[in-house]
């Protein structure tokens, strides 16, 4: 009998060489060594969202489809090939290429890993573990960043460069790991091998299952709300002087807090149930917007700090929910309607965002993007808020 539990550790590999990321602590350092400022880094990482979502539902769909091992393969490859052109290129444009590599790459592995993984488990007979391996998943992942957060430090006294180099190395240690990953048999009553039945079986399930739709749109709207604000983070290093050298340690620091919490994450939603959770998580990173927003200086570091633990809890128990309530031959593709909506979110917010940056304040910038998260989480979760008992 095949031991599909063999997969997590490979599961480990492929997210530790995704998140060790020596580069994303000092992007914005090496774009104003091009001739590049905070709009262009919002406006290249919007470059970047679109990629991921022109590919992100299709790729989801393959991957139920094709096979998510297949998938895996395939977004390793290409991430490794956009920071082998990131490594030599030294303009706009280059970059974007370089992006829009990068983002076709994500969108082949998000949702494909988390579907293999509760797959594995549930033919191990032990999907009710989901939760807790995500969550430690995830928290080997922010290790991984918090880690490459020093090493990025220390190669940056070579060159701004130096860090794409060996991020490089790395991305491409997720080859050999999905190369040898165990596909799990689906037990699916019909495959979908066509665009419209995609199209009706994506819209038949959000329409019909309130459930799904809530834990969909919201695991997405603050997928989009933590990405958006670890982009206003080197925004936030700059203005309140933070010597660049120190980027990296305190990018480190605030990873590891994430990676901390994500292993309690199932613990904390055992102990407070659905409701509480949902309405704690909105209310915390709502507020770690606001704070670190009227607080532009060396004070801010205590909300950035609130709003990563509470981050590093919201990933795992969101994505668990989508999870309960989708059928494994559609995990993938609803995995990736979610990151869809996260990318395209980010991508109409990020640029107007950067501009406010650049042209108004920081401040504003968090305000903004802290009242349009609990107004639309709150707008999205009501179906859960209002009832008293667990859906």
């Known amino acids: 009998m095949t031991n599909f539990s063999k997969n997590i550790p490979r599961l480990y590999l492929i997210k530790i060489s995704k998140w060790f990321n020596m580069v994303m602590p000092i992007m914005l350092l090496f774009y104003k ?33 094709w096979g998510r091992k297949k998938t895996l393969i395939l977004g390793s490859i290409l991430g490794s090939l956009g920071f082998l052109i990131y490594s030599f290129s030294y303009e706009f444009w280059a970059f974007v290429a370089a992006e829009i590599v990068l983002g076709i ?6 949702g494909a890993d988390s579907a293999l993984l509760y ?26 960043e918090a880690i490459a957060g020093v090493v990025s430090g220390l190669l940056v006294y070579f060159s701004l460069r130096t860090p794409f180099y060996f991020q490089f190395g790395v991305a491409a240690l997720a080859i050999p790991a999905a190369l040898t990953l165990i596909e799990p048999k689906v037990h699916a009553v019909e495959h979908v091998h066509s665009i419209r039945k995609l199209v009706t079986n994506i819209k038949n399930s959000l329409v019909s299952n309130t459930n799904l739709r809530v834990a969909i749109l919201l695991s997405a709207l603050t997928g989009t709300a933590t990405l958006t604000f670890a982009w206003l983070v080197q925004p936030f290093f700059v203005a309140i002087g933070l010597p660049e050298e120190l980027f990296g340690i305190f990018w480190t620091a605030l990873n590891l807090s994430v990676g901390i919490s994500s292993v309690f994450a199932y613990k904390v939603e055992l102990f407070l149930g659905k409701r509480r959770s949902v ?11 606001f704070f670190t927003g009227i607080s532009i200086s060396y004070y801010g570091f205590v909300f950035l700090f609130l709003f990563y633990l509470v981050r590093g809890l919201a990933t795992p128990i969101f994505k668990n929910y989508i999870n309960q309530y989708t059928d494994s031959e559609v995990r993938a593709t609803m995995l990736s309607v979610r990151n ?5 979110a980010f991508a109409g917010i990020g640029p107007l965002l950067g501009w406010i940056t650049d042209n108004v304040s920081l401040n504003k910038a968090f305000l ?24």
């Open 33 to 65: 060594s091009n001739g590049l400022g905070s709009y262009e880094l919002f406006v290249l990482k919007a470059i970047y969202s679109v990629a991921v979502v022109v590919m992100e539902i299709p790729s989801g769909w393959m991957a139920d489809v």
């Open 340 to 344: 869809f909506i996260i990318r395209m």
């Open 105 to 110: 790459g994500l969108s082949f592995i998000s």
């Open 119 to 144: 797959d594995s488990l549930k033919a191990d007979n032990k999907a009710d573990k989901y939760t807790r391996e995500e969550g430690r998943i995830t928290s080997a992942g922010n290790f991984a």
């Open 279 to 289: 309405l704690i998580v909105i209310l915390l990173l709502s507020f770690g917007y």
């Open 368 to 391: 903004l993007a802290g009242i349009i998260y609990i107004v639309a989480a709150t707008a999205v979760s009501l179906p859960w808020l209002r009832t008293k008992k667990e859906v």
